[in-house]
């Protein structure tokens, strides 16, 4: 059973930057494909951006299309949130997860979970 571990969270302005990263450990990483999910108060946790196992398909919601770019490095079982040009309205907790087949953008298809890293971007 793999265990994830969320990292890079903090407070910027808007316009900025951060790079969350998630580590990986208790599994094969290349089995799992990767995930970030993110949930304001009062919100349902949403789907950001997952890539393949293989790291070869990634996929983004919408609203941070073009800004955030999720990539994973298998030798160091850790994948990358790189977000760019952040907004007021990206702040949230974060989440990483993980699943051994990429099924559902939808929270709920996913097995594993980080406890979270919050992210505020201030106006």
């Known amino acids: 059973q793999v265990q994830v571990v969320e990292s890079g969270g903090g407070l910027v302005q808007a316009g900025g930057s951060l790079r969350l990263s998630c580590a990986a450990s208790?599994?094969?990483?290349?089995?799992?494909?990767m995930g970030w999910f993110r949930q304001a108060p009062g919100k349902e946790r949403e789907f950001v951006a997952a890539?393949?196992?293989?790291?070869?398909?990634?996929n983004t919601a919408d609203s941070v299309k073009g800004r955030f770019t999720l990539s994973r490095d298998n030798a160091k079982n850790t994948v990358y949130l790189q977000m760019n040009s952040l907004k007021p309205e990206d702040t949230a907790v974060y989440y990483c997860?993980?699943?051994?087949?990429?099924?559902?953008?939808?929270?709920?298809?996913?097995?594993?979970w980080g406890q979270g890293t919050q992210v505020t971007v201030s106006s």
């Open positions: 997860a993980a699943d051994p087949a990429y099924s559902s953008t939808y929270w709920s298809h996913w097995d594993y």
């Open positions: 208790g599994g094969t990483f290349s089995n799992y494909a």
């Open positions: 890539i393949t196992r293989s790291g070869t398909f990634t």
